[in-house]
């Protein structure tokens, strides 16, 4: 008995946890790859381009234009191409919600 | 329990000093490897899912990072640059257990560590890098590797080499033989090959650098042949499998080494060895015959034991090569399928991207990048996109992507570490 409800409420912990990140929301396809150049973390300073908190707009026109050649970069070119109409959107939906 | 409730022990669980958070009643994840897969996948799982119980198991104190690593043995960095500890990571809520994990039990679903302490888990995810494959290469042991450095696993062993470039006299012959495919970072043996070039260059200019490589090809092969004929004409040169360029043994007494053509006598030499994945995963038996270990390439979840994730240079990962930032990219997807598989969803198709730079001169850099989607059971690369720096290219853009190299190294490392 005393094992049969360990484990019930092992297993009401597991879906409490999880059901944390549904209520949060898990970012889309590709965004967490980003911070590998972009810093999400406040302490880390770089020249390049912090996403989170941007307007949503600016970083949809800037991976169209990364993606089609009008904007150049050095390897955001490459990157952007990679990436939908609405996968973009997505990301910059994302983006422009995070806290700066 | 309705999300108020949960809500309510979220926000209490946040205002809980980290110790005490880190031993919360939330599900287990139990992560092996603190370098640029593991300890990025234990942030992740507790960013995602702060009331999972992150432990992270690493056997070293100090990470000592690989990329920028052939900086330190052309003599441009200081080791130290190199080196990163846990503290951050601990104060994430995430329990840095200093210890060998030495066995995994898939069926009791636990992790034994050198001590026998077992340590159960809901879910474990393996970034044990690389391990040597010693004695594959006729004459390379471990007591080979102290003549004929490997620097393959940044540390000591990339002092080493450092310290013997510097003790050789002006007019010696330095020899970097390089493996076959698959091997942690494929343009890393070149970009090695550029900067010792550079320190030769600038500081022996009378010496030789020979790359002996067992393949005909290799990452940004055009680019740094290029830079080579403009930078080091003369003084590097690269011969291929093709022309006899494949080492079949060693002998590290004399610091000679064989191939099929010939022997190369060295003054200094740098063995870059076969490899295989980090030896918990052969442990774990998620290591297939090749070493290297198969995975979903949706959840990273190994295809030869449930409930074990890979990530990282240890994993078969398709087109993504043995890459930090491919590690750090898989890490934080895999994260993700983790929270969600805990929860009974099913992971989304990720989309992962990698994106490495090279050296080729202090102010000389080269880029390769690409994007990721699963694919016939694999990664595949998304067509048209990824690719390397453009070819003749002006000087001011390569010392731009030096710069940003740079720039990179400090943000994955803050990310990661800091």
Redesign the interface.
Known sequence: MAKALAAAIGL?????????????G??P??A??????????A??????VRLAGLERDAIVRALQEFRSGQRAG??MD??????TDE?IQALAAWFAAQPK | ?T?RT??G??SAAALCPAPARAQS???RVVVVGGGFGGASCAR?LRQ?????AVTLVEASATFTACPFSNAVIGGLRELAAQQFGYTRVAADGITVVPAMATAVDPAAKSVTLADGTRLPY?RLVLSPGIDIRWGALPGYDEAAAVAMPHAWKAGEQTLLLRRQLEAMDDGGLVVIAAPANPFRCPPGPYERASLIAHYLKTKKPKSKLLVLDAKDAFSKQRLFQAAWAELYPGLLEWVPLSKGGAVTSVDAATRTLVTDFGKHQAKVANVIPPQKAGRIAEAAGVADRSGWCPIDPVTFESTLQPGIHVVGDAAIAGAMPKSA?AA??QA??CA?AV??L????TP??????N?CYSLVAPDYGI?V???YVPSGGQLAD?P????V?PANAPRG?RA??A??AE??F???T??VF?
Do not use: Y
Not at chain 1, 78 to 83: E, L, M, S, T
Not at chain 2, 48 to 52: G, K
Not at chain 2, 348 to 353: E, F, G, H, S, T
């Open positions: 009401v912990s597991i879906a409490a946890a999880v059901t944390a990140s549904a209520a949060s898990q970012p396809p590709g967490a790859a980003c911070s590998g150049c972009h810093p999400a973390s302490r880390v300073t770089s020249p390049v050095t390897i490459r990157i952007a191409k990679g990436f996968e | 329990m999300r949960f809500l022990l979220a009643a939330g599900p992740a995602l899912a702060p009331r999972l809901d930032f750090n990219s934080k997807s993700a929270v969600t805990l929860g009974g969803g989304a198709a990720p989309k992962l991207i994106t880029s990048a690409g994007v998304v048209g996109a990824g690719g720096s853009t731009a992507e710069v940003l720039a990179w400090r943000t994955i803050g990310e800091g």
